[in-house]
């Protein structure tokens, strides 16, 4: 698959895109990621990207040409989602990710100041998401989550396919708890039904666990699932 993204911080990629399993996707050629500084596509010796809104402001608004020109000189000859990370876009849940998963190639587009001009959304944006329902100062944070969760769902860059399968999110609601050595932490033990062996014991308890678990922290998934058909909260 390959990721690109259009910033005017690309330095902060560095280490992100060299360390865990993101590092080790694309040293193994599972994944392609390049980061575009938005200045090298502006047209003046000052490489201005952004000015003065129309109609005042407090902040600067970052300039059309410059991002039209960087996405479609990167996109040319690809088959590319171009997607805008902006607080006012969709909301990225697993269902989200898993759709850009399957996409080609994908352009991350990071923006920056009070925003980006209209008009770039509407001649080269395909799609804007957001992390959550605050303001970053950039998106780039954005745009390394959605290139950490995207990379999940790539084959190959987890090696144990059922623990993407069995993650919070995945199946619409939260994992069950997990437990590893010592046996007991602080008077705390682990649940006796992990250490009887009976498989379809402690298929059952996790299974329980997971809707408790959402029943306790998130509420709002379970309601949505039981709306949906798909989930028993007495189960």
Request: aromatic letters at 6%; a positive charge.
């Amino acid at each position: 698959m390959w990721i690109g993204v259009i910033t005017i911080f690309p330095q902060l990629f560095d280490i992100f895109l060299r360390t865990a399993l993101v590092g080790k996707a694309i040293k193994k050629g599972l994944m392609r990621v390049e980061v575009y500084d938005l200045r090298k596509f502006a047209d003046d010796k000052h490489k201005t990207v952004d000015d003065y809104p129309y109609g005042g402001g407090a902040g600067m608004v970052m300039k059309a040409p410059p991002w039209i020109k960087a996405v479609r000189s990167v996109s040319e000859g690809k088959n590319v989602h171009r997607v805008l990370l902006s607080p006012q876009g969709k909301v990225l849940d697993d269902c989200l990710v898993q759709q850009l998963a399957k996409k080609e190639a994908l352009l991350l587009m990071c923006g920056r100041y009070e925003g980006i001009d209209e008009r770039v959304s509407m001649l080269v944006v395909d799609e804007e998401i957001s992390i959550g329902n605050y303001v970053l100062s950039g998106g780039e944070l954005p745009a390394m989550v959605v290139i950490e969760a995207v990379s999940r769902y790539i084959p190959g860059v987890v090696k144990r396919v059922e623990s993407v399968k069995n993650d919070s999110f995945s199946k619409g609601i939260l994992d069950y708890p997990h437990y590893t050595r010592p046996r007991v932490v602080e008077g705390i033990s682990v649940p006796p039904v992990l250490l009887s062996g009976d498989h379809a014991a402690i298929e059952q308890w996790r299974k329980k666990k997971a809707i408790e678990n959402t029943l306790q922290k998130r509420p709002d998934l379970l309601t949505k699932e039981e709306e949906n058909g798909s989930i028993n909260k007495r189960s």
